[in-house]
């Protein structure tokens, strides 16, 4: 996660970290990502029903539950696993996690022992009367899937009227006192509303927004054709860190992010070194180095409804253990589970520019899933990475340059 706002707008200085002593539990919201002991954020995917069927699910979500979900006495045991262990967040998703019929009952156990309880959703079923039960038991954030404007988001989650009922689930959200934002997976469907969102954005008050970058699988024929270019990549992070920008200095203080592609924080210092914004690029990595890049298997991990535990929400096919066998302690730190203990130490195992890649410790090597499901190896280099070679200064074949080590790095 790459807080744009927080970087290349300067809405958050090193020191602002520094004095909560980098603890999860101590740090507000919106700077837990720089935490130094880097307990995972889990998002656990509570139930595969869902009301949509939309077509950049990696969920595979059905219209009713998968017959083997977690009971409620297992699904309440697994949250008293994950507070127990110091997880800071537990993001309920799904599928629709409006569609479990113990989601409220869930998020309030979260919250009562300490963590904080997140919601990803589509909104379709947010009334009023969920909204302020939720507020009520104390959730911090509520992020609302839209996936562009009107047609383009009713085209990505496959029902007319989704893009309508969105909105007004943002507008109630709003309304019973909670904290909501927009979450927008960055297609070519949707990369010439980007503009208009931000536009709606103001209109509406609404104080947050992730951009998510594509995860392809490579097994989704939706998919085929969908995913931004390297330089459309650009170009979208080009859009979002201006607009960002416009918003910062016309005072208004929204929060906007980018998901699932470290290059965007690299690239977002070279471009204010390239604007000319030299003691404002090295403050904002400071904090790139704060928050160390990529962290499936290690700053992030993912529940599934059955209780599988996967190194993050996408890597489905990677499978670390069951909850109904084993605590979520005991799998997240298994010594004998390979995978497991190369992503937590990822440097001396990642291959070609990745491994070379002068920012790498603070991208950690991009989405180890995408390389995986794209190149079929998981340490092969990220391919949705859009630095080029000069700008990352990776050793050209030939010249006999010494490598650095991790700890000369940067």
Not at 364 to 379: I, V
Request: glycine share 10%.
């Amino acid at each position: 996660m790459i807080g744009v706002s927080k970087l290349y707008c300067g809405t958050v200085e090193p020191s602002d970290v520094l004095r909560y002593g980098r603890r999860s539990r101590d740090l507000p919201s919106h700077l837990l990502q720089f935490s130094e002991d880097k307990k995972p954020v889990v998002v656990w995917n509570m139930t595969r029903a869902c009301n949509l069927a939309c077509a950049h699910c990696y969920a595979s979500a059905t219209p009713g539950p998968a017959p083997d979900e977690l009971t409620l006495p297992e699904a309440v045991g697994l949250v008293e696993s994950l507070t127990d262990h110091g997880v800071p967040v537990i993001l309920f998703s799904g599928g629709e996690p409006l569609m479990h019929p113990h989601l409220a009952e869930l998020a309030a156990l979260a919250v009562k022992r300490g963590a904080r309880a997140v919601l990803s959703t589509n909104g379709l079923l947010l009334d009023r009367r969920m909204a302020d039960k939720l507020k009520d038991i104390g959730l911090s954030y509520v992020g609302i899937s839209l996936d562009g404007l009107g047609p383009a988001h009713d085209a990505m989650r496959g029902r007319r009227g989704a893009f309508r009922g969105a909105l007004e689930a943002i507008r109630t959200a709003g309304a019973a006192g909670l904290k909501v934002g927009l979450r927008l997976t960055l297609t070519r469907g949707n990369q010439n509303d980007l503009d208009a969102l931000f536009d709606l954005m103001e209109a509406e008050g609404i104080p947050r927004v992730c951009f998510y970058h594509l995860v392809d699988s490579g097994k989704n024929p939706a998919l085929a054709g969908q995913g931004l270019t390297l330089e459309e990549t650009r170009a979208a992070v080009d859009l979002i860190a201006g607009r960002a920008r416009m918003m910062r200095e016309a005072g208004i203080a929204a929060e906007v992010l980018t998901v699932d592609n470290q290059a965007d924080g690299p690239y977002l210092y070279l471009k204010m070194l390239a604007e000319g914004r030299a003691d404002e690029a090295e403050r904002a990595m400071e904090l790139l180095k704060l928050n160390g890049g990529a962290s499936s298997g290690h700053g992030i991990a993912s529940v599934s409804w059955n209780g599988l535990v996967h190194p993050d929400q996408f890597w489905r096919s990677v499978v670390l253990g069951s909850v109904r066998e084993r605590s979520f302690p005991e799998i997240w730190h298994d010594p004998n589970n390979s995978l497991l203990m190369a992503l937590k130490d990822k440097y001396s195992h990642l291959k070609g520019r990745c491994r070379d890649c002068r920012f790498l410790t603070v991208c950690g090597g991009g989405l180890r899933a995408r390389a995986c499901f794209l190149t079929g190896d998981p340490w092969a280099p990220d391919p949705a990475c859009y630095l080029t070679d000069a700008e990352i200064s990776v050793a050209l074949p030939g010249l006999d340059a010494e490598r650095p080590t991790l700890a000369s790095r940067l």
